[in-house]
């Protein structure tokens, strides 16, 4: 069976006249200004019905505390922000995915929130602990032990990505012990701001000339990009111990440009792109696992 245009027209149209002209009447009644106003609110709050919809399914699907999801819905591309600095997490793409998303954290979990097309995971703050003391005259002797307590609030967690749309990957203020394996994700950007420590990158197929930015800082950082892909690096104010292929630099001064034999001429290529003093930095190639 298919529906005849012609017959829904004549039989279904009549039946919405009444609701049509009675919103034309209620909506003259506002302003422009008021009409924003009111659909602003509208679309706020269709999206927390989404994110509240999302913790139903969550919860239908099983889910335990630490463990997140939200739907896909009709989403075309999609963005990924650690708002704080990330550690001891995995991301990774998952192509048996029909969320958006899926993260899984043991220990201290952090806030993650959805707006439109932005999942942002934001980790709780640390408690400071700082004690202090006088003796010997007017001396003061201030003890500052964070790092003592901070395996009380380890979070160790894991972000599944939906593949069949395009991510940008945005982490914040400093990662580490990160692991990002994007081989089957499909990149738009990968954006790893602040000094970064111990964090392995590794890159999937481009589609066109995707941007990589490492902030500041960046120490014992490797980037993964597949074998014959073209690429293209600029490590700004000095390097030291970089490996770049087959190529080992121990310190370099000022800026440092390379380009791959094939760059200009490549349609998917990386432009990579390393900020402020790094050491320890690795850019090579892997081949990509087969079944």
């Not at 017959?7 to 009549?14: F, G, K, L, V, Y």
């Not at 009447?25 to 019905?49: C, H, P, V």
């Not at 550690?87 to 958006?100: E, F, K, M, P, W």
């Not at 990505?161 to 400093?174: C, F, K, S, Y």
């Amino acid at each position: 069976m298919q529906p005849v245009p012609e017959t829904a027209q004549e039989r279904i149209a009549p039946l919405f006249e009444s609701i049509s002209r009675e919103t034309t009447r209620l909506i003259s009644r506002y302003t422009d200004k008021e009409l924003a106003l009111i659909t602003e609110f509208a679309t706020r709050m269709n999206q927390l019905g989404l994110e509240e919809t999302a913790k139903l399914r969550a919860s239908d699907d099983g889910l335990g505390e630490g463990e997140f999801a939200a739907p896909l819905n009709d989403l075309k591309d999609a963005r990924l922000i650690f708002a704080s600095g990330a550690s001891n997490v995995a991301i990774r793409g998952d192509t048996s995915l029909a969320d958006l998303y899926r993260a899984r954290f043991e220990g201290t979990a952090p806030a993650i929130s959805v707006q439109g097309n932005t999942v942002t995971i934001k980790h709780r703050n640390r408690p400071h602990f700082e004690w202090s003391m006088r003796s010997i005259g007017e001396i003061r002797v201030n003890v500052s032990l964070p790092w003592q307590l901070g395996w009380l609030m380890r979070t160790v967690g894991e972000v599944r990505l939906n593949t069949t749309i395009p991510w940008q990957v945005e982490i914040r203020a400093g990662a580490s012990h990160v692991e990002v394996d994007l081989s089957t994700v499909k990149l738009d950007s990968l954006n790893v701001k602040g000094g970064a420590s111990q964090v392995v990158v590794t890159l999937p197929q481009p589609s066109g000339t995707v941007p990589v930015r490492v902030g500041a800082g960046a120490s014992q950082v490797t980037i993964h990009r597949p074998v014959g892909v073209p690429a293209r690096m600029h490590v700004r104010n000095g390097a030291s111990q970089v490996r770049l292929d087959a190529q080992q630099f121990g310190a370099l001064g000022g800026d440092m440009r390379w380009e791959g034999p094939d760059y200009e001429g490549a349609t998917d290529r990386y432009d990579i792109e390393i900020s402020g003093g790094a050491s320890q930095l690795t850019i090579d190639t892997v081949t990509p696992e087969t079944d």
